[in-house]
């Protein structure tokens, strides 16, 4: 006797099944890092890689920091650069940043400095993770405008902007672009000048 078609391919289907455990056990789609959650313990876990399972963890690093002051009535700017440390921490799509920055002017021969610190957040894609990561980025900085003979002027706001790279097993690098938010700016020159402000960074980390 013969089982009809539309029988025989369900049964044979299922004794695969009981004949291959395999077949069925672990299940789940996979994520773009070859990772799941097991459908029995819940345990996330990758296929490939294993770097690819670390969520994340902390960094320390040292970069370079440019900032950029646009003059638009002016039609001119002003470009300060100088080293950083930062340090971030981090899980899935999220991390927590900060820095400390000493930059120096460098398109006139004037003794002018910015010292200060930030601290902000990224969010977007593999920010903490291994592999390519971009990413929006949303903060606070405040920073010393410091010149020889004047009084110190302090510069604070927020900042907003993004940024990209990629994370080794142990290193990482970021590039990250922000626009400055401050009223303090015009002060600097006593108030006659429109001042708008873009920070770079450009950050090699190692990860833990």
Known sequence: ???????????????ALVIHPTA???PGALDRFDCHNDAVTGEYHCHGDEALADLGGFAIGAGVR????IYPDESEYDAFVGPSLDIEAGIGA??????????QIVTS???VYLIGWDIG??????????????YGSLGYYSESVEQDGFEDT???????????GYNWDELGLDIQADW???DNYEEFFNGNVDVQTISIRTVLSYRF
Do not use: C, E, N
């Open 121 to 134: 957040a990224k969010l977007g894609r593999g920010v903490a993770r291994y592999g390519t990561k971009y």
């Open 66 to 69: 440019s900032s950029v002051w």
């Open 154 to 164: 302090q510069i604070s706001g927020f900042y907003v902007g993004g940024g990209g």
């Open 180 to 182: 400055h938010f401050g």
């Open 109 to 111: 021969d004037s003794d």
């Open 94 to 103: 999220f991390a927590l940043q900060g820095s400390y920055h000493y930059k």
């Open 24 to 26: 069925w056990a672990d």
């Open 1 to 15: 006797m013969h089982l009809p078609l539309r029988l025989s391919l369900p049964m044979a289907t299922l004794a």
